[in-house]
């Protein structure tokens, strides 16, 4: 079994900051990428950034140059720090992972999902 789970959303100001954490834990063998996705109310689950195993980074357009994806791989965590929020970010961002569990087929897993609202 491997869980993932966030922290550090929260209420911000516009041109805010934020850092969002994951950590994944349990019976790991492998974590090839990872990633942070948001929803907003009435939308659709989107991509923010990726990260590779080797360190290779993906940002969806709205979000480059303000957020900055990082992971350390000995802890298998995934951070997101997030420059000069907007409203537009408001949303439950999520921790995704592609793993590969001990004794189990490699698969995506998710995390729970954290708040953050950016707003005056």
């Known amino acids: 079994q491997v869980q993932l789970v966030e922290s550090g959303g929260g209420l911000v100001l516009p041109g805010g900051s934020l850092r969002l954490s994951c950590a994944a834990s349990?019976?790991?063998?492998?974590?090839?990428?990872m990633g942070w996705y948001r929803q907003a109310p009435g939308k659709q689950r989107e991509l923010v950034a990726t990260i590779t195993d080797e360190g290779s980074t993906r940002y969806t357009d709205s979000v480059k140059g303000r957020f900055t994806i990082s992971r350390n791989n000995a802890e298998n965590t995934v951070d997101l720090q997030m420059g000069t929020l907007k409203p537009d970010d408001t949303a439950v961002y999520y921790c995704?992972?592609?793993?590969?569990?001990?004794?189990?087929?490699?698969?995506?897993?998710w995390g729970q999902g954290t708040q953050v609202t950016v707003s005056s």
């Open positions: 349990g019976s790991i063998f492998r974590i090839y990428a």
């Open positions: 995704n992972a592609d793993v590969t569990p001990r004794f189990e087929g490699r698969k995506d897993y």
